[in-house]
């Protein structure tokens, strides 16, 4: 049972140039999110999809866009990356809400912007 | 706006002795909290969780208290193992587990030396 899956695991690239940062999770849940880890400012929360078919803006989401592809894919797409967007991006599945339940992180993406 | 507020950015403590982590929050309402720890180079995964009806959850080395008077939880390892060196966060999850905007404190590392 692979959980979350995050391609690529690392990352270079250029100011103004495009990426899209893949995740999905095998484990049928219906929520899910992107968060980006900084040193000293912990984990932000970029965009997060309660469901197929919404999406919704996080802590974070200048400079991001998302799409949550179905029910097991959700993307985080940056259409002109920026060095201030280096960082180390999680992305989380949640199996459902009404009471409480823990995240589901992948192991991350390390994306370094020169 | 649910907040939490991790305001140790490090502890260190020596194999065997207790490690207190901790956590703050703004507001009131039914709430669930839970702690992540991460390792480097891999995503948090869930360690423990209370609900804001108790005041004490245990899981092995692991006690989670809530003091809803002063608005403060803690976690607490005891004895520590070098193993337990990691990232803790707190995440508050309120509204009664219908709110889907997910946020946590910044992190505290906890190194165990031996």
């Known amino acids: 049972n692979a959980g979350v899956t995050q391609t690529p695991k690392f990352q270079v690239l250029k100011t103004g140039q495009s990426m899209t940062l893949q995740c999905a999770q095998d484990m049928n849940h219906n929520s899910m999110y992107w968060y980006r880890q900084d040193p000293g400012m912990g984990l932000r929360l970029i965009y997060y999809?309660?469901?197929?078919?919404?999406?919704d803006k996080g802590e974070v989401p200048n400079g991001y866009n998302v799409s949550r592809l179905n029910k097991r894919e959700f993307s985080l797409r940056l259409e002109s990356a920026a060095p201030s967007q280096t960082s180390v991006y999680f992305c989380?599945?949640?199996?459902?809400?009404?009471?409480?339940?823990?995240?589901?992180f992948g192991n991350g993406t390390r994306l370094t912007v020169t | 706006d649910q907040q939490v507020k991790q305001n140790s950015p490090s502890l260190s403590v020596q194999e065997g002795r207790i490690s207190i982590l901790n956590c703050d929050y703004t507001?009131?309402?039914?709430?669930?909290f839970l702690w992540y720890k991460k390792y480097p180079a891999e995503g948090p995964t869930f360690l423990i969780s209370i609900s804001s009806i108790k005041d004490k959850n245990e899981d092995g080395r692991f006690t989670v208290f809530l003091n809803k008077s002063a608005k403060h939880l803690s976690l607490h390892i005891v004895p520590s193992q070098p193993g337990d060196s990691a990232v803790y966060f707190c995440e508050r999850d309120g509204s009664g587990g219908s709110n889907y905007k997910l946020t946590f404190g910044k992190g505290t590392l906890l190194t165990v030396n031996p």
């Open positions: 989380a599945s949640l199996k459902d809400r009404g009471f409480w339940s823990p995240l589901h």
């Open positions: 999809s309660a469901s197929e078919g919404t999406t």
């Open positions: 507001n009131s309402m039914f709430d669930y």
